[in-house]
């Protein structure tokens, strides 16, 4: 089956520096792929040239089908876009800013009353169509946004930076119709920092300094990524124990999460020795998605030094 998108060697500079740095990969329909990484790592950049935004320096890509490059309006025509500044029109009423949407799409008028329904129900704001936009909350903004940017019903939709500055409810609320908008067979690309909405995706391209570090399921990364056996330990003044655990000839990578010290071992052997050098016991625990990003950013400075 043909990809929703895929990209070849994907590239795109300013001036002497490198936002995105080619960048390959392949996702496939219906799919959620969650562009994970810190602010500058190339994501929204990423997402703005496969919409068309953007024009790469280098590299293909291909959206549906369509060139990235020669079939630009034939993509456009196809996809939604929701940026985190929300393209909402504040003085008008949430019905009125769908019905302007599904206007500038051009859904036919005797599909437009139907459309608006399904996307007033989807953002569970039937009760709130009459308020104007700019009463909203930001969760609630959010949900509109969203019921404008796929109004249309588009084969792929791009989200970026969608749930920044909302608050963790509205953002569990805001995945469960991402996840229903997947069911239905929409491709949906969100860019994103948080760990906790990548966990909720079929696939994350972990980006950092414009470079793919990996490209997998949450499930793969987190079981695969690591070489090693990775325990925690729960220690008083972890920070005092960093350099002394860091010289350990087992130890491959050690992190700090509060009190807690997260420590990967080259072998689960030698989980004994950690515990009797520190007078506490080391649990074995199975990498989470910070641990994954944190080992690959490593190895990535690693190589470039």
Not at 68 to 89: A, N
Not at 235 to 253: A, G, H, N, S, T
Request: some cysteine; charged content about 20%.
């Amino acid at each position: 089956m043909e990809p929703a998108v895929s990209a070849q060697e994907l590239t795109r500079t300013f001036g002497s520096f490198t936002a995105v740095d080619r960048l390959s990969l392949s996702i496939a329909k219906g799919e959620i792929c969650a562009f994970l990484g810190p602010n500058g790592a190339g994501k929204s950049t990423a997402i703005r040239m496969l919409c068309g935004i953007l024009t790469p320096t280098s590299g293909s890509a291909q959206v549906l089908g369509y060139d990235l490059v020669t079939e630009t309006e034939e993509i456009k025509q196809r996809i939604g876009y929701m940026s985190q500044r929300f393209s909402l029109y504040n003085d008008l009423t949430v019905l009125e800013n769908l019905e302007f949407y599904a206007g500038l799409y051009g859904i036919a008028n005797n599909l437009r009353k139907k459309r608006v329904h399904e996307m007033l129900a989807m953002a569970q704001l039937l009760d709130r169509r009459n308020e104007l936009a700019g009463n909203l909350s930001g969760g609630w903004k959010q949900r509109l946004a969203l019921g404008c940017a796929v109004i249309s019903r588009p084969s792929v939709v791009f989200l970026d930076e969608p749930t920044s500055g909302v608050s963790p409810t509205s953002r569990r609320a805001f995945f469960n119709i991402i996840h229903e908008l997947a069911n239905t067979g929409t491709t949906v690309i969100v860019t994103t920092h948080f760990m906790d909405e990548a966990e909720r995706c079929h696939r994350i391209a972990f980006m950092s300094q414009g470079k793919l570090l990996a490209f997998a399921s949450p499930w793969f990364l987190k079981h695969n990524t690591l070489q090693g056996y990775l325990v925690e330990v729960l220690i008083d003044k972890p920070m005092e124990w960093i350099r002394e655990i860091e010289q350990l000839e087992y130890v491959r990578e050690i992190t700090i999460h509060g009190a807690l010290i997260h420590v990967l071992l080259d072998h689960e052997n030698n989980t004994q020795r950690l515990e009797k050098m520190l007078g506490v016991q080391a649990q074995p625990i199975t990498p989470s998605l910070e641990d994954v990003f944190i080992a690959l950013a490593k190895q990535q400075r690693r190589e470039v030094s």
